[in-house]
């Protein structure tokens, strides 16, 4: 039976909600990153304040002083979602003018000017503005960065330091460097994973319920017949349909009719083997792959899965409604492989067997030539 679901949080409404405000699950993993960033530059700053202090060296000392202040606002800002844009654009600044005041003040072989590049990441991965945007603002670092390092490399600094601080500084800048771009680098590449995961489950599986969705188990069950064919294993096929579903619908509404979906699915889903497999297979119907078992196995699982469905009630207002399964049972004998398309059709034949029995019972059709059997014999 072919019906239409409606749900509180349907994907119009998932997309309202993202083109009204609402953060996607990337640009809130890259606020966090960016918060993570600010944190640790902030502390980083907060530590060169105490060195240049050392050093007598004022001007760089108020500089870090300035940034500090200044990672302290970001990370206000970042908390506030009207604020995070002035918050990205803070950060790009703080960046280069450190890096430009640092080089300036103290000279190019101190390394601060490394942390520019990390500037470069930063915009790729934004979620703000076109790509067209994003190329000028990085060609316009990449220009900044090339002039300053024209112009500043072989200037005299403001502050000689001695050579030991010196090259100090600057190997802690290159490990500072490359440790942010391993954090952004691993960082986006769990989200990558995770988004992959995500996506593969939305590929394969059903919305509402969770179970398989047809495709994946059409494919699955393509497998399982290779594996068939080497092992010599028998496969079967239980196919069962939620008895009276629209009526349920039409007379409680399709919100309660997803409840009872989820409800049998979830029954479905404990109630099998391990190593069987489960499907929505369309509408109100669910398709069990079992694998290893012979028709009399998967006939004795049919009865369980009907009593623990029976057992099943599902709060509706102020009384409760009771849930029946009405299954179609096959075997795909190893000795003689069919088609997908014929064993479903004797599980969908042994289906409208029992439906027309008078429903919640299992029939089973062994072979394509043998009759519908019940438990104890032919129908």
Sequence with gaps: MAYSTSTKSSPGTRLIGRLHGAPSQSERSFWRLLFRTSVMAGVLHAAFILLFYALDVTALTLVNIGSVLLYALICVLLSRSGARFYAF???????????????????????????????????????????????????????????????????APIHVLPGYILDALHFINLTGLLTILAL??????????????????????????????????????????????????PLSLILCDIDNFKKVNDTHGHEVGDRVLRAVSNTLSKGIRQSDHVAR????????????????????????LRTAIGQLVVPVDEHELTIALTFGVTEIPAHAPHSQEAAIARADA???????????????QPHESAEILTTNGAV
């Design 184 to 233: 952004i680098v691993a960082f986006y590449s769990r989200l990558i994973t995770h988004t992959e995961h995500k996506l593969r489950k939305l590929a394969t599986t059903d919305p509402l319920t969770g179970l398989l969705n047809r495709r994946s188990m059409i494919e699955i069950w393509q497998l399982e017949l290779a594996t068939q064919r080497r092992s010599g294993n």
């Design 350 to 364: 042994a289906l409208y067997a029992g439906k027309h029995a008078g429903r919640n019972c299992v029939r089973c």
């Design 89 to 155: 654009g803070l950060l790009i600044f703080e960046i280069q003018t450190h890096a430009v005041l640092a080089s300036y003040l103290i000279g190019w072989d101190a390394g601060f000017h490394y942390y520019a590049i990390i500037a470069i990441p930063i915009i790729t991965l934004a979620n703000y503005d076109s790509q067209r945007t994003k190329g000028a603002a990085i060609t316009g670092l990449i220009t900044l960065m090339v002039a300053t390092d024209a112009l500043l490399r072989d200037t």
């Design 281 to 304: 297979w369309g509408g109100e119907e669910f398709l069990i792959l079992m694998i290893g078992a012979p028709i009399g196995k998967a006939e004795q699982l049919a009865h369980q």
